[in-house]
């Protein structure tokens, strides 16, 4: 073999293993959620944060009334799954376990927030109809769907592209394109980049889609 031959081969192994990389993002660190629950908030919001939609402020004792929320709903992972139940799917399905422990699909929410989203799908709604004060957050439970904030478009976004290029979770194609627009719209800043770096530390993977946001234009739901 010549030593061009070689490293030709060398080349196609390295491109090949960046592929598989970039591809496969399940997370493997965490069994299941409540392994993940105290380092969520003892490492990757040990100083605070703000919470997804409405960007309120919190220190790192929290207080009470914030909670977690999976941007992509774990109703859907369940489907996906064919549970009838979490606790079902948390008996039977480590994938599902794997799914709901995933970092990059985790945010701190306000509770009534969190509850009001239930597991509706992400929409423009028209006028501004604000149940939660000043709360930049509308819910249409006639038609099960909901706006949040410009400021959080993105990072929902991304969160939902990574939960369907890793676990292939279904996303409509409706659904998709919203979803293109607004992360064209709210690109990644620093904190969601800080954010990818310290889950990255913890779980072992990536959202790609913080680090390469043209990655997404190359999803077909």
Known sequence: ??????????VLLILLT???????????????????????WDVIYAQGGETLYCGKKFNSRRGRGI???HVLPMSWAMRAEGCRSRKSCRKKSSRFNRIEADMHN?????QEI??????????????ERRQFGGCDFEVDKRQRKIEPRP??????????????DSYGVKIFRNQGKLLKRW?????????????????HKLQGTRNRFIDEPKAADRLRF
Do not use: V, W
């Open 1 to 10: 073999m010549t030593t061009r031959t070689l490293q030709r081969l060398t």
């Open 18 to 40: 960046t592929a598989t990389t970039a591809q496969c993002q399940e997370q493997y660190r965490f069994s299941e959620y409540f392994e993940a629950l105290p380092q969520f």
């Open 67 to 69: 909670n977690i929320e």
């Open 106 to 110: 985790l945010y701190p929410a306000r």
């Open 114 to 127: 969190n509850k009001a989203r239930s597991s509706f799908p992400f929409s423009i709604i028209k006028g």
């Open 151 to 164: 400021e959080a478009r993105g990072n929902i976004a991304r969160a939902m592209f990574h939960m369907y």
């Open 183 to 199: 992360h064209r719209q709210d690109p990644p800043d620093k904190n969601e980049r800080r954010r990818n770096d310290r889950i």
